[in-house]
């Protein structure tokens, strides 16, 4: 029992570490290029468009979005969000395993309904990316 909570303390201790190195190397690493952004570079392709996505970035910066770029706006913002609940869903995964692996009979329950909500999570985050995705298709022909 010693060892396994020495061992749960040593895993919390390089957790914190790892996550602390994260965030003091993200600025310097994104200090050589310019700085990071929600909004799309100047020559990203959304795809299935054309030329409306062209600028996208300058343009909703001056907020002057044409009717045909409306598109283009949903669905790049929507990926990002879709993105990011994508990789909640799969972090809160990961943590899940790990109280399971780690973790007592009770933890090992709860682990299992992280687990369980973690892959709804993901599956609903999936679908909403279909169906953003179908809606725009249908909309824009």
Known sequence: MIMKTSMQKLFKVMLLISFVMLVFSVPVTFAQSSAPSVLPSDDFDIGGYGDACTGLAQRI???DI???QIPCFIKYFSQTLIAIAGSLSVIF???GGYKYVVGSDEQKDVAKKTITYALIGL???LSAW???DLVLQFATE
């Open 61 to 63: 910066r001056t907020g």
């Open 66 to 68: 044409t009717l045909e």
């Open 93 to 95: 995964v990961m943590i």
């Open 123 to 125: 599956a609903v985050s």
């Open 130 to 132: 279909i169906l953003v």
